[in-house]
């Protein structure tokens, strides 16, 4: 990292605190314009609740011809939380400054708020007033709690179709959606029969920027944005297709970028999606501190920007967001050798079977065994775990040998049976497992051992498909559920979302799917419902 770069990080840290902390500054402090056009155009959002706060994100944005053409200089952003959508109530209110350095985005995060509570907020900068967007608390630790409306989505590629399915997800009064990763897609899509992203390759901060303001201006996902609390996670191609922790990936086809500037790229887009979701400052204040750490001792790559958490709801839910991407070892064996995934085929690869390779990196292994063994995740009655990819092992092969996928459990299996292990020995109850990548949904028994189709059901799977990205269609749907028994139900052609209602006695699962992703009309349909009673790690079709 050059000097002015390392200043510029060290800039960014302490700019970070600014634009979340409450700041108590005169009205007419720094940057209170009259605007000539909407600067809340990419709309309003809240996330990473808890039971006594909240975090509410918007950013400034006034497109123009080279993207946001809001200038240099930092804005005094206000905010207010209310018990009322009137705003006659106001619970807390503040300020805080939305600088450029971090695009002009805000992350207020509120503290001292009362538990499962649903509030109003707003943001107001001069003479401008945001959409109002509705957010919540979660109960208590301790609080006996009887029902949670959990959605879960993924991969919403903005050239594939239209992303109508927010819409619809309106209407299912959830308390909580958790987002699984590829909230934007980093290819140019020339070939796209549907629409084209503006901006070819996204490569550079600027360009990371202009993508997602591209994706945050529709209309349907600034409205689902604004209906709860959104629980975030990444996978790949918020960075680069098929990356591997500080191994470049590969996006098949002509990326202009070099695998020799991979850490650097990488840093620039964790930048931008932190300037973008509504996460806590403390996740990149961390990944910034290890940048300038590590410039300043002549290293790389000490960037993290740590994303996997723990969020308690009552005693009804632990809710677990994984991170499979940033620590995650190169995928083995890949075709060619080229950076990437592929199909393998096992009995071929000498490193398919490494116990010591991981998907989530050694120290979130260990973290997440910790937090298993703790009192209180042996007293919630299910246990919900939000990552990126399907769990359960599918074999591609129909009939003698094998074919698996080497990019996501599959690939790491010795890292597969450490985890499974782990809710054996800690005997964690009810573990529920939630994906997205596949843009298929696949419903499964997660098993102890997939050498043994007795073996026991350690949990349940519910991977789901994508917004709008593309999949191959059903014409070997019915062959890979017959190889693979553990799963009861999957279909690779429909697009949309999944529901899960717990209660203390059972959760209930609804594939809801639309009719055709490249309609901004479409309808939504229900695809299968699935129910699991607690203590019994059984799918029923329900």
Same mark, same amino acid.
């Not at 695998?259 to 790229?265: E, G, H, Q, S, T």
């Given at each position: 990292?050059?000097?002015?770069?390392?200043?510029?990080?060290?800039?960014?840290?302490?700019?970070?605190?600014?634009?979340?902390?409450?700041?108590?500054?005169?009205?007419?402090?720094?940057?209170?314009p009259?605007?000539?056009?909407?600067?809340?155009?990419?709309?309003?959002? !809240?996330g990473?609740?808890?039971?006594? !706060?909240v975090? #509410?994100?918007?950013?400034?944005?006034?497109?123009?011809?080279?993207?946001n053409?809001?200038?240099?200089?930092?804005?005094?952003? &206000?905010?207010?939380?209310? =018990?009322?959508?009137?705003?006659?109530?106001?619970?807390?209110?503040? +300020?805080?400054?939305?600088?450029?350095?971090?695009?002009?985005?805000?992350?207020?995060?509120?503290?001292?708020?009362?538990?499962?509570?649903?509030?109003f907020?707003?943001?107001?900068?001069?003479?401008?007033?945001s959409?109002v967007?509705?957010?919540?608390?979660?109960?208590?630790?301790?609080?006996?709690?009887?029902?949670?409306?959990?959605?879960?989505?993924?991969?919403q590629?903005?050239?594939?179709?239209?992303?109508?399915?927010?819409?619809?997800?309106?209407?299912?009064?959830?308390?909580?959606?958790?987002? #699984?990763?590829?909230?934007?897609?980093?290819?140019?899509?020339?070939?796209?029969?549907?629409?084209?992203?503006?901006?070819?390759?996204?490569?550079?901060?600027d360009?990371?920027?202009?993508?997602?303001?591209?994706?945050?201006?529709?209309?349907?996902l600034?409205?689902?944005?604004?209906?709860?609390?959104?629980?975030?996670?990444?996978?790949?191609h918020?960075?680069?297709?098929?990356?591997?922790?500080?191994q470049?990936?590969?996006?098949?086809?002509?990326?202009?970028?070099s695998?020799?500037?991979? #850490?650097?790229?990488r840093?620039?887009?964790?930048?931008?999606?932190?300037e =973008?979701?509504p996460?806590?400052?403390?996740?990149?204040?961390?990944?910034?501190?290890g940048?300038?750490?590590?410039?300043?001792?002549?290293?790389?790559?000490?960037?993290?920007?740590?994303i996997?958490?723990?969020? +308690?709801?009552?005693r009804?839910?632990?809710?677990?967001?994984?991170?499979? &991407?940033?620590?995650?070892?190169?995928?083995?064996?890949?075709?060619?050798?080229?950076?990437?995934?592929?199909?393998?085929?096992?009995?071929?690869?000498p490193?398919?079977?490494?116990?010591?390779?991981?998907?989530?990196?050694?120290?979130?292994?260990r973290?997440?065994?910790?937090?298993?063994?703790?009192?209180?995740?042996?007293?919630?009655?299910?246990?919900?775990?939000?990552?990126?990819?399907?769990?359960?092992? &599918?074999?591609?092969?129909?009939?003698?040998?094998?074919?698996?996928?080497?990019?996501?459990?599959?690939?790491?299996?010795?890292?597969?049976?450490?985890?499974t292990?782990?809710?054996? +020995?800690?005997?964690?109850?009810?573990?529920?497992?939630?994906?997205g990548?596949?843009?298929?949904?696949?419903?499964? =028994?997660?098993?102890?051992?997939?050498?043994?189709?007795?073996?026991?059901?350690?949990?349940?799977?519910?991977?789901?498909t !994508?917004?709008? !990205?593309?999949?191959?269609?059903?014409?070997k749907?019915?062959?890979?559920?017959?190889?693979?028994?553990?799963f009861?139900?999957?279909?690779? +052609?429909?697009?949309?979302?999944?529901?899960?209602?717990?209660?203390?006695?059972?959760?209930?699962?609804?594939?809801?799917?639309?009719?055709?992703?490249?309609?901004?009309?479409?309808?939504?349909?229900?695809?299968?419902?699935?129910?699991?009673?607690s203590?019994?790690?059984?799918?029923?079709?329900?």
């Open positions: 990292m050059n000097p002015p770069e390392l200043q510029n990080r060290r800039r960014l840290l302490q700019l970070i605190g600014t634009s979340a902390a409450t700041l108590w500054l005169p009205r007419g402090a720094w940057g209170q009259r605007w000539r056009s909407n600067p809340f155009s990419l709309g309003v959002a !809240s990473s609740p808890t039971f006594d !706060s975090v #509410l994100w918007t950013r400034l944005h006034v497109p123009g011809l080279f993207g053409s809001l200038g240099r200089e930092p804005v005094a952003v &206000r905010w207010e939380l209310a =018990h009322d959508d009137q705003f006659t109530r106001i619970a807390r209110s503040g +300020q805080v400054i939305a600088s450029p350095e971090l695009a002009h985005s805000v992350h207020a995060e509120v503290a001292g708020l009362a538990a499962d509570r649903w509030y907020y707003r943001f107001m900068a001069g003479d401008a007033v959409p967007g509705r957010t919540r608390t979660f109960p208590k630790p301790d609080a006996v709690v009887g029902r949670l409306r959990l959605g879960y989505a993924s991969c590629k903005w050239e594939d179709g239209f992303f109508t399915a927010w819409r619809h997800m309106r209407e299912e009064n959830l308390d909580a959606v958790m987002f #699984l990763g590829d909230y934007i897609y980093e290819y140019p899509a020339k070939n796209s029969k549907v629409r084209i992203p503006s901006g070819g390759w996204v490569l550079s901060l360009d990371y920027r202009q993508r997602y303001a591209l994706y945050k201006g529709e209309a349907d600034q409205a689902m944005h604004a209906a709860c609390p959104w629980l975030m996670t990444w996978d790949d918020e960075v680069q297709n098929d990356y591997a922790g500080l470049a990936g590969n996006s098949g086809f002509s990326d202009p970028s695998p020799a500037n991979f #850490l650097a790229r840093a620039t887009a964790y930048q931008a999606y932190y =973008h979701m996460i806590r400052a403390s996740a990149l204040t961390q990944g910034l501190a940048l300038v750490n590590a410039a300043g001792k002549g290293g790389g790559s000490g960037a993290e920007m740590r996997y958490t723990r969020l +308690q709801y009552g009804l839910a632990s809710l677990y967001l994984l991170d499979a &991407r940033q620590y995650k070892d190169p995928q083995a064996c890949t075709k060619g050798d080229a950076l990437g995934s592929s199909t393998v085929n096992p009995a071929t690869c490193h398919w079977k490494d116990p010591k390779r991981s998907l989530l990196g050694l120290p979130q292994e973290w997440l065994n910790d937090e298993f063994a703790k009192p209180q995740s042996r007293e919630t009655r299910w246990n919900v775990l939000g990552q990126q990819s399907l769990v359960g092992q &599918r074999d591609y092969k129909v009939g003698p040998g094998q074919a698996f996928w080497n990019d996501g459990w599959d690939g790491y299996a010795g890292a597969r049976t450490r985890f292990d782990s809710l054996r +020995q800690h005997a964690l109850p009810n573990p529920v497992l939630l994906g990548d596949m843009h298929e949904n696949w419903v499964g =028994h997660v098993k102890a051992d997939y050498a043994d189709a007795s073996s026991a059901n350690v949990g349940v799977e519910f991977c789901g !994508s917004i709008t !990205s593309r999949s191959g269609g059903n014409a749907t019915a062959e890979r559920l017959a190889e693979n028994p553990h009861v139900f999957a279909d690779a +052609q429909r697009k949309g979302y999944g529901v899960v209602e717990f209660t203390p006695t059972q959760l209930t699962t609804t594939l809801r799917v639309v009719d055709d992703v490249t309609s901004r009309d479409t309808k939504i349909e229900t695809l299968a419902s699935f129910a699991v009673q203590g019994r790690p059984v799918i029923e079709r329900a």
